[in-house]
């Protein structure tokens, strides 16, 4: 399970829960306007801060900074 926040006006705003990338990358194809920007996402096992990996969502294409394109 993946923990998705948002970055709006420099503060996080909490998404919502995913089962996975997959899911997150589909749920931003839905709205492709509405949904651009820079997500945080927090695994279900994150144990540090070096676990949370920044998704770039610019309402084509979802790139992970650890993962490459979603």
Same mark, same amino acid.
């Not at 503060?11 to 899911?23: E, H, L, M, R, T």
């Not at 994150?46 to 309402?59: E, F, M, N, P, Q």
């Given at each position: 399970?993946?923990? #998705?926040? /948002?970055?709006?006006?420099? /503060? !996080?705003?909490?998404?919502?829960?995913? /089962?996975?990338?997959?899911?997150? %990358?589909?749920? +931003?194809?839905?709205? !492709?306007?509405?949904?651009?920007?820079?997500?945080? #996402?927090? !695994?279900?096992? +994150?144990?540090?801060? @070096?676990?949370?990996?920044? #998704? #770039?969502?610019?309402? @084509?294409? +979802?790139?992970?900074?650890?993962?490459? %394109?979603?």
């Amino acid at each position: 399970m993946l923990k #998705v926040s /948002k970055m709006i006006n420099d /503060k !996080p705003v909490k998404i919502g829960n995913f /089962k996975s990338y997959v899911d997150f %990358a589909n749920w +931003c194809d839905n709205n !492709p306007e509405q949904n651009i920007g820079t997500y945080y #996402v927090i !695994p279900s096992r +994150c144990t540090t801060l @070096a676990s949370i990996d920044r #998704v #770039v969502y610019d309402g @084509a294409l +979802c790139t992970a900074d650890r993962r490459g %394109a979603i």
